[in-house]
């Protein structure tokens, strides 16, 4: 079965930094562009970034751009998305998946900006 497992977030001040990670099972992880995605209260989800099968390209939304830096190590199947300069705009659940076609959604890692 698939499984998406993200971990890494909590409760930061504006200003912090913190380094989010996705374990992936079930699915062929080395062949898969994978993406974050993050969902604030009362909002849809959107995409925050996205890495190429082989870590060689990354895309960033414009509101974190600069701010974040999506990586992969694919002998561990892992994902991971470090952020900085965090500000009360990013709290959100955080969620990585497989791009274009998400595969079943994991539960998150909640992600608190807060002074």
């Known amino acids: 079965d698939v499984q998406l497992v993200e971990s890494g977030g909590g409760m930061v001040q504006p200003g912090g930094s913190l380094r989010l990670s996705c374990a992936a099972s079930g699915f062929t992880f080395s062949g898969s562009p994978m993406s974050w995605y993050r969902q604030a209260p009362g909002k849809e989800r959107e995409l925050v970034a996205l890495?190429?099968?082989?870590?060689?390209?990354?895309n960033y939304a414009d509101s974190m751009k600069g701010r974040c830096t999506i990586s992969r190590d694919n002998a561990k199947n892992t994902l991971y998305l470090e952020m900085n300069s965090l500000n009360v705009e990013d709290t959100a659940v955080y969620y990585c998946?497989?791009?274009?076609?998400?595969?079943?959604w994991g539960q998150g890692t909640r992600v608190t900006v807060t002074s």
């Open positions: 890495i190429s099968s082989l870590g060689l390209s990354t």
């Open positions: 998946n497989a791009y274009p076609t998400p595969l079943p």
